[in-house]
């Protein structure tokens, strides 16, 4: 199970009903300013959209069948912004806010892509804001964290995590808590689940992240590590995690009789 995150200042295009041109916006610097009130530039671009699939959610007008912990802080839909955040006007240091999908049931791996935001009126560190992704199953009585992040951004940041595949349905579970700092802001703007590996990959496992090959008797790419000869003489700088499982070189490569090219 793999996570990535943390390309800030991504331009994003918003979706719409299927099938259908409308004006999408594309957000930049989304932030608080110092009355902590949230700020939005905006730009138009007409584009042709597509469908969300169950548990995506592009929070246009409305949750998608999100449903918010009636126990915790509330979540407000944004209309003007096209984006989901937590109310933290009556909110104090610790306190959380919930965030339930529908019910889904994915029988293979799976990609849950998040576009959020922590935002703050003031400088200082906002390590104690916390932003986590958890999986409920049906039957378990403790969440599984999938990911987590204190990172805050004047912008969107983008996030990816890989599902394993189950036979036992689930929930996502997206919860925000509050630090100590009072403007401050946890947003989400996109979440979306596709079938498949994640896009990023390391290649530190044994499997190609879901490329496939399209097979040739003389040259096909492979996930290897050490052993693929020769490989420190072509990559001279040290491309692993310096841990135990990533002495050895991972990557991917294709190979043919001649010669060995690698990434």
Known sequence: MGASGGEGGVALRRKRRPGKISWSRSFRNRGLTDGG??????SY????????????????????????????LTWILNEEGHY????????TSGDKAVLLSPELYIGEWSCIRLIYQIASASELP????????????EGESLDHLLWTTTEHSESWLIASVDVKNR?????IVLEGVLGTETFASIAIFEIKI??????ECDFEENHLC???NRWNPNVNWFVGGGNIGNSQSILPKDHTFRNEFGKQERLIYFERQQDRRYL
């Open 45 to 72: 671009l007409a584009r042709a959209l597509e469908s969300y699939s169950t548990g995506s959610c592009a929070f246009e007008d409305s949750t998608c069948g999100y449903e918010m912990d009636i126990t915790a």
């Open 167 to 171: 036979t036992d349905k689930f929930k």
């Open 126 to 137: 906002l390590d104690s804001i916390i932003l986590n992704l958890y999986i409920r199953v």
């Open 210 to 212: 879901g490329f496939m």
């Open 84 to 91: 989901i955040s937590v109310d933290t006007s009556q909110g």
């Open 194 to 199: 596709s079938t498949g590996y994640c896009i």
């Open 37 to 42: 009130k949230l700020v939005v530039r905006e």
